[in-house]
């Protein structure tokens, strides 16, 4: 099935195009209009540059007024083997339509409500016929029949036109054309954007490139630049300002030398309020006892500090390089990087 982008604005087209796969391009006088375009013409030009088929619109009151505006638009330069001449369904339109495919031009007779339109399109020779399902459906018609009725009419018959499903108002409207059979559909870019989207293959890629993460990445590669020490020396209230400016449940004790002490934690603060009252905040952190703290070495992988943080269940562990201190791994930097 053909994909197309229905849009007249360029940074959408250039987004979209990006892709690589897209068939081309459909625009409208009405979207045209409502970008604020001024210059028509220039824009098909440099629309025509932009995408590998483009189909605008070819406008007239008679079948050669249709005729000698579509010739006045190929002599802008456009490529006749990569431009779709629009024409509203009509009398004249399906004349137009066979006057132009008889000049070898490429034709797509829109605004098709009824199988009756579609059938005098066909019956022209036209490339495509483009049904308006969104603005069908709006009216309480039941669109997705018509467009099934106009695919069986191309096939059963042996017509060399595509059925084009437009007038796309959501992602349901693309499961429907390719459940139906038709062979263009033509879809706005926001639209577009959402036919990759799905919860379960969101949360299924996260949890792959978290797996991925934790086998290849080592926790030296993991921790922040900051690494919130104290000296032993320093009062415990400085410490707690440390812990909250940067925003972790720990700190590390060091001595001068840079040998470490211990790790003193936000629930080790709550523990020693709860048995010694407010005075405890007077101390300083060489007034507590330490016990060994847990820790992981700077060169392992994340998976091992991943089994010590469910093993323990703590939220921070003390990252150390040959016994020295060199940083804090919070469990939070188990799933990305930190800028912390």
Request: aromatic share 6%.
């Amino acid at each position: 099935m053909e994909l197309y982008l229905d849009s007249a604005d360029i940074n959408e087209i250039e987004e979209a195009f990006k892709l690589g796969f897209l068939t081309g391009l459909t625009t409208t006088p009405t979207f045209m209009h409502r970008g604020g375009v001024t210059d028509v013409d220039g824009l098909i030009v440099k629309l025509s540059k932009m995408v590998p088929i483009l189909q605008i619109e070819a406008l007239g009151d008679t079948a050669e007024e249709v005729l000698n505006e579509a010739r006045r638009q190929l002599d802008l330069g456009l490529d006749p083997k990569k431009t779709v001449f629009k024409i509203p369904v009509s009398l004249e339109g399906v004349r137009a339509c066979y006057m132009l495919r008889k000049e070898g031009l490429l034709v797509n007779v829109h605004l098709i409500y009824t199988l009756q339109q579609a059938y005098m399109a066909m019956q022209a020779g036209a490339t495509y016929v483009c049904p308006l399902v969104g603005r069908l459906q709006d009216q309480g018609h039941d669109a997705l029949s018509l467009v099934e009725q106009c695919v069986f009419a191309v096939d059963h018959y042996g017509y060399d036109t595509k059925v084009m499903f437009s007038s796309v108002r959501n992602a349901e409207h693309v499961r429907n054309a390719l459940n139906i059979g038709v062979h263009t559909i033509t879809v706005p870019w926001k639209i577009m954007k959402q036919l990759t989207e799905n919860n379960f293959t969101t949360l299924g890629t996260e949890q792959f490139i978290e797996h991925t993460r934790l086998m290849t990445v080592k926790v030296k590669d993991a921790i922040s630049n900051i690494n919130p020490t104290v000296l032993a020396d320093t009062p415990l209230m400085d410490a707690i300002v440390k812990m909250t400016e940067y925003g972790f449940g720990a700190v590390t004790v060091v001595n001068k030398d840079g040998s470490l002490v211990g790790v003193f934690t936000d629930g080790d603060l709550r523990r020693k309020i709860q048995a010694e009252g407010r005075d405890v905040l007077k101390k300083k952190m060489s007034d507590f006892t330490y016990g060994t703290p847990i820790a992981v070495d700077a060169n392992a992988l994340l998976n091992d500090a991943s089994a010590l943080f469910k093993k323990t269940s703590v939220d921070t562990i003390l990252v150390t390089d040959n016994g020295v201190p060199v940083g804090m791994l919070d469990i939070q930097d188990l799933k990305a990087d930190t800028s912390r």
